[in-house]
């Protein structure tokens, strides 16, 4: 009899088990909260990622619910306002950490459940098509003679990535970065508007924001903050490498879900999203974007983060933003 009660003992666990691994599946709509406007980095790599997995990967429909504020705290909050439920998950990127740094959110990346890290997103360097400023050459001319003359603008908040990439520019370049007329907008395309308005002289934003004004003739990219160039209607402009200049800078796209999630919900995400990566039409959506691809899992995301985390406290500090 107690052979028997064994038996029975054991076969309950693993039915829970098994029960266990299927309930780490959604069972009904997925919302991917968006903590920016539709248009920019944020929304266009949420929107993305909806065609990608709708596509017969998850198995559930999904919503992206665009919520704006604080450089995307205010969206983490209100994922994070669903603990342990693997149908919130949000599009993370170095805000989260420099957000933490400067003490403007009480958001840290260990208080939620980093997913996977999927792409960078390289910025480019613009002006308006009929500027004085030609060339990346000019560019840094007139920073370096007369900053304070220079009008900057960029979103969507203090010491994000666009921000840090000009630090970098400064410090490559040797100009006070304290002294070009800043304007921070509430989103990319604000900023890109008040470029095309001639309401500010140069800005920076990820590449994809100023393409297709690129491709008009509306804008000039001077120059991208990647690598190696870029494709598409940025094929011909240079990186700064190129031109002399350790500009290297793009921030990573990831995603993230609220705390406490279990580590069968974890794993069905980096499943999911493994998937998606190694699709064509994912491929396509990083080449039309203009993102350089960087996939990571949750174990390797978390590593990375700490390590970026480090690198920007030095950023900041160079921007004024940290003591």
């Not at 995307?72 to 950490?97: E, F, K, Q």
């Not at 030609?134 to 900053?147: N, S």
Request: net charge negative; with cysteine.
């Amino acid at each position: 009899m107690a052979a028997f009660s064994r038996i029975v003992a054991m076969a309950l666990a693993v039915a829970a088990g098994a029960a266990a691994a299927q309930a780490a599946e959604p069972t009904r709509v997925i919302e991917i909260i968006v903590g920016a406007s539709p248009g920019g980095g944020f929304d266009r790599t949420a929107r993305a990622i909806e065609r990608v997995l709708e596509d017969g990967i998850v198995g559930q429909p999904i919503n992206v619910i665009n919520q704006p504020g604080a450089g995307g705290a205010v969206g983490l909050a209100s994922m994070n306002r669903h603990p342990g439920d693997m149908h919130y998950i949000s599009i993370t990127s170095p805000n989260i950490l420099t957000d933490e740094l400067r003490g403007t959110s009480p958001m840290t990346f260990e208080a939620l459940t980093p997913i996977a890290t999927l792409v960078s997103e390289y910025l480019c360097f613009a002006v308006h098509a009929d500027s004085d400023l030609e060339t990346a050459a000019d560019l840094v001319a007139a920073l370096k003679e007369k900053p304070e003359a220079i009008r900057f603008g960029f979103a969507t908040t203090p010491g994000n990535h666009n921000h840090v990439a000009f630090a970098q520019l400064a410090g490559a370049v040797g100009f006070d970065v304290m002294k070009p007329k800043t304007v921070i907008f509430k989103g990319a395309s604000e900023a890109v508007t008040a470029l095309l308005g001639r309401h500010i002289d140069f800005s920076i934003a990820p590449a994809a924001s100023f393409a297709e004004y690129v491709r008009s003739g509306d804008v000039k990219c001077l120059a991208v903050s990647a690598p190696e160039r870029l494709g598409g209607a940025l094929s011909d402009v240079p990186t700064w490498t190129e031109l002399g200049y350790d500009v290297v800078y793009g921030p990573f796209r990831g995603v993230i879900g609220p705390q406490g999630m279990e580590p069968e919900q974890i794993a069905f995400w980096e499943d999911a999203l493994q998937k998606m990566a190694a699709t064509d039409a994912w491929k396509k959506e990083v080449a039309e974007n203009y993102w350089t691809e960087n996939v990571k899992g949750h174990d390797e995301t978390m590593t990375f983060l700490a390590t970026e985390r480090d690198r920007l406290r030095a950023s900041l500090t160079d921007l004024g933003l940290l003591q």
